[in-house]
Every structure is written in structure tokens, then in C-alpha cells.
């Protein structure tokens, strides 16, 4: 195994049990280590430090483990039961809830991989080489270690680095295509296309906040702005929303929705979806004069990496100060970023502006984030990507 030593005292993250080492922190390599091979870390004397994939670029080594041990099937077997273990002991796994994230990256201690369950069929996303690599061993110990699950469908050709040599497929490692499978969240049904949908199909992400709008919603008019699959619009419809309009700019994520609507609440009249441009709905809604009970804002991330950060905080403050414009008084925004790059701090400050420059008086009712399928490492931070306010508007 290739020795990769640090310079002095850049050892001091590992020890406090970070997952990533960065370029800058190496003082010598011993060999010459492909992107995605298993290396070993080592201080400046060559103490042992932690395992892990060698990849190129700023973020140079993601660990796997911090002690000295045998990494084989067995290794990554046993970190698979211990995620889904971790579910199901937490009540995540149930007839009324056959979807969920099995492995959520460095909250799991597998950095660089996405796994989310929908009834048998698990979904996997590589992050980086190392994980790409041992796609395969990962499968079948899914297979092996979560139960009902038949099928890996293997879903990376969009998250891999781009500075990769390898040119990855989408498709099926253990199983095959199966009729339209319905995930059940909740006691709720929603149908999710794995093989054409953004991420992993669904943002499972969003269950817990989807439960709070259901109870806020009853004889409201309820607003879905960026509503992909229509989640939020669907636990609206069940919490006795009076009307739930949804909007997104795809008009296949406005057919998703109607689809998942009409499978829950057939001919129901209370839903209308509208494929439109967000910030061009909310301006004809303020011409209309059309305001709303509820107003859901969760676009996709305005910034994905630093360089993006302040146009990114610009237009969270613009559109969050449209739906201040758009909501009645007594009226509640459910409102997120799931840009990790924004901070909690940030992204609160970009939604007080807007709301400043309202004039109208706003309360903080709850602080999101996300779900116990979605842990965050405490010795990783960054993990905590998904912030949420639930805010009452006078």
C-alpha cells in the first residue's frame, strides 16, 4: 500500500477524526497512487494516522478508517449493516415508510457515497473514484445486509470528478428493471424515476419538514414553489389544504406531480400544477394580486461551490422577499437552502434582509435541517447542508 506522509502539523485534523485530507498538507508521496487506490496516512515521524482514497484534486485523500485494519468485502459489509441497523432502530424502516437514505457519505463513515432505498431497490451514487471503484463489492453487500432489497441500480455518470479518466454508465449492478415501483413515505405513495430524475429520483431528505407543512396546512391556500416530485403539495393535500397550487420550471417534474397527486387524492380538484419559471410566477401573482396561507420556497442550490457564494445569497434575498410580497398576513414560509457551501448563518441573514426590506414583522417558528437518515458527522461539519426556516408573517 502506497505511504502518504504529512508535513508537521498537518496531521492535526486527522487526529480529530476529519475525513479529508487536503493537497496541501502533503509532504511527500512514497510511489505513485492512482485516483481511487487505497493509501495509507502517516505523520512526520510515520506514525500510523488513517486509511483512505487517493483522489486528484483539492480534497486529496477521503478516509475510510482511522485505525490500522484490513480493508476487504468483509470491511465494507459491516459498515453497510451498521447504517441500516442505525435506521431501524430509529423507526425509519416500516410497512407506511419503505423509503429512506441507507448511506449518507461522511455521516456514515463512507465518504464519497449516496445510497437511497426505495421498496427493493437501492440507488447508488459514487462521489468519488474510490467508491466508483468497488461499486460492485458495495452491491452485493447491500443486498446482503438490508433486507427486501433485490435490486442496485448504480446511478454516477453526473457526480463523479470530472478530472476522472474513466467514463462511467448509469445502470443496474445486482437485478434489473422492475414495473413502476411506488415508494411509500409516511403512508403516503409517490413514484420515482431513478433512471431520469435529478439525484437519486426523490429528495428523501425532506420527509420530516413535509410532516410539519402537513400540520399547518388544514383550510389553507398552500403555494409549492420548485415542486419536482410534489411532496410538499401532496402532505398538503392530506393535512386539509384548501387549495395547493404547484409550480416548476420542468414540465416533467409538473407531470411527476400531478401523477403523484392523482395516485393519493384521485380527481381531486383542490391541486392545479403550473410548469413556469418561479420568479415569472411570483411576479404575475403580485399583477394578479394573489396571495397565499402558506408559501413553501425549496429551490435547487443556487451555489455549488465557493466562487458562487454571494450571487448565490443575492438571490435567495430576492426570492425570498417575493414571497414576503406574496403571503397574507397570519401567513406561514416554510423556506430552505440546500447549498452546502451557504452556511446557516448566511442563508438566516439573506432571509432577514428580504424580510426587512418587507417591512412586515416575521417570527422564527422552527430552525430545519435534515433528518436522522441524513446524519451529520460531529467531527464534519459540512455535512449539514439542508437549512430550513418556518417563518409566521404578520
Known sequence: MITIQLKPKKEESLQRFHPWLFSGAIQKIEGNPTEGELVKLVDKNGDF???????IGSIAVRVVSFQNEKIDDAFWSRKIRLAYEMRKSLGLVTAKNNTYRLIHGEGDTLPGLIVDIYDDTAVMQAHSIGMHEIRETLAKAIVENVPDVKNVYYKSETTLPFKAAIEPEDGYLIGKETEQIDAIENGLKFQVDWLRGQKTGFFVDQRENRSLLERYSNG????????????????????????????????????????NVEINFPGDPRHTAYAEDAFKYLNNLQELEQKYDVIILDPPAFAKHREALRNALKGYKRLNAKAFEQIKPGGIL?????SQVVSKEQFRLAVFSAAAESKRHVRILHQLSQPADHPISIYHPEGEYLKGLVLWVE
Open 334 to 338: 416554510f423556506t430552505f437552502s440546500c
Open 220 to 259: 389553507k391556500s398552500v403555494l409549492n414553489m420548485f415542486c419536482y416530485t410534489g411532496g410538499f403539495s401532496v402532505y398538503a393535500m392530506r393535512g386539509g389544504a384548501e387549495l395547493v397550487h404547484s409550480v416548476d420550471s420542468s414540465a416533467k417534474a409538473i407531470d411527476l406531480t400531478n401523477k
Open 49 to 55: 494516522l488513517a486509511l483512505g482514497h487517493y483522489q
